[in-house]
C-alpha cells in the first residue's frame, strides 16, 4: 500500500468513526428518558443494597431480602403519603389559590415603606422592589423546570409508570448484583477487569450513603422548618412550605435557596411588619447553618468526595440535561466517577512516580 493510499484509508477510518460516534450520541439523546430511568435506578439500588446484604448475612435468601427491603420502602412511603399527604396538598393549593392576594399585600407593603422612607417618587423603586415580576419569574422558573423534567420522561409510558420502571429495575439490579457484575467487568481487558470488579463495591456505597445521608438530612431539614414555621405564626402553611423546603433540600447548593423563597414571600405578605420576615429569614439562616456544619458532617460525610466546585457544576448540568431529578442524581454518579479516576488514574500515577508496583494500589 503506497503512502497516499494510507492516507486515504486513514482519512476515512477517521471520518466512519466520528460519523459513528455522532449517531451513538443521536441515539443515546434519543434514549434520555430512559437513560434517566435507568440511572435513578442504579442509584437507588445502591441505596437499598447495603440492607439486602444486611439481610443476606442473616440467612435471608436473596429474593427474599429484596422483597422484604423494597416492601418496607413501599410501605414507609405509603404510609407518610396517608398521614401527611393530604394535608401537605392541601396547604400547598391553598398557598397557590392566595398566591395573587399575597402578590397583591406585598406590593403594598413595599409601597408603604417607600413611603416611611420618602421614596415613593424614586424612579429606581420599580425596578428594585417589583412583587409581581419577581412572583413571576419564580412561578414561571418553576413550571420551565417542571416541564422539562416531565418532558423527559413522558415519553415512555408517563411519570407514574416510570416510578414504576424505576422500583423494578433497581430491585432487578439489587437482586442480580454479583451476575450484572461480572458480567459488566469482562467487557474490559486485563488487568482493568479485575481493578473495575474490586471497585464496584467502594463505588456503590459511596453513591448509596450519599442518597441516603441527603434523603434523612432534607427530612429533618423539613421538619425543623415547619415546626419552625408554626411557632412563628405561618401554620396555615407550615407543613406545605416545609414539605416544599425538604424536597428542594435533595438538590445541593441551590435546593436551600429555592425551598426558602416560598416562606419568605409568605412571611412578607402575611406579616403586618418586616418582623415576620426577619424571624423566618433568621430561622432558614440558623437551620441552613445547623444542615451544613452539623447534619452534612455526620449523615453525609465525605460520601461525595469531590470539590464543592465539581459538585455545583454536576448539579447545573443535571438541570440543563435531566432537569429537577438530574439535580438530585448527578452529585452521586460524579462521587463515582470521582472514585473510579482516583482509584484506577490518579494513585497508580502517584505510585510509578514513587518507583512502586502498580499492586500496591488496592481500591
Known sequence: MS???????????????????????????????LILILMSAIVLAASIAPIVNQLEAWRFPRWLGVLVAYGGLLAILT?????????????????????????????????DIAEQLDLQDSPLLPQLVNPQEVAGWVINTSQQLLRQSYGITRGIVGGFFSVVLGLLLSSYLVADSKTLGRGFVRLFAAPWDDRLAALLGPVGQRMGAYIRGRVLVSLLLGIAIALGLRALGLGDYAIGLGAIAGFTNLIPFLGPFLGA???????????????????????????????????????????????PLYQLLAVLGGVQLLGIVGAVIAPPWIAGAALLL?????????????GLPPEANQP
Open 79 to 111: 404510609g407518610a403519603s396517608l398521614l401527611v399527604g393530604p394535608l401537605v396538598i392541601s396547604q400547598i393549593e391553598t398557598l397557590l389559590r392566595q398566591l395573587p392576594n399575597l402578590v397583591e399585600r406585598v406590593e403594598l407593603l413595599s409601597i
Open 3 to 33: 503512502e497516499s493510499d494510507r492516507r486515504i484509508s486513514l482519512t476515512t477510518d477517521s471520518l466512519l468513526l466520528i460519523v459513528g460516534l455522532a449517531l451513538a450520541l443521536l441515539m443515546l439523546w434519543q434514549l434520555r428518558g
Open 261 to 307: 423563597i416560598p416562606a419568605l414571600f409568605v412571611a412578607l405578605a402575611q406579616g403586618d411588619s418586616a418582623w415576620l420576615f426577619l424571624w423566618v429569614l433568621l430561622l432558614f439562616v440558623i437551620i441552613q447553618n445547623l444542615e451544613s456544619y452539623v447534619l452534612d458532617p455526620l449523615l453525609v460525610g465525605a460520601a461525595v468526595g469531590i470539590h
Open 342 to 354: 482516583e482509584r484506577l488514574y490518579l494513585q497508580p500515577k502517584d505510585l510509578a512516580k514513587q
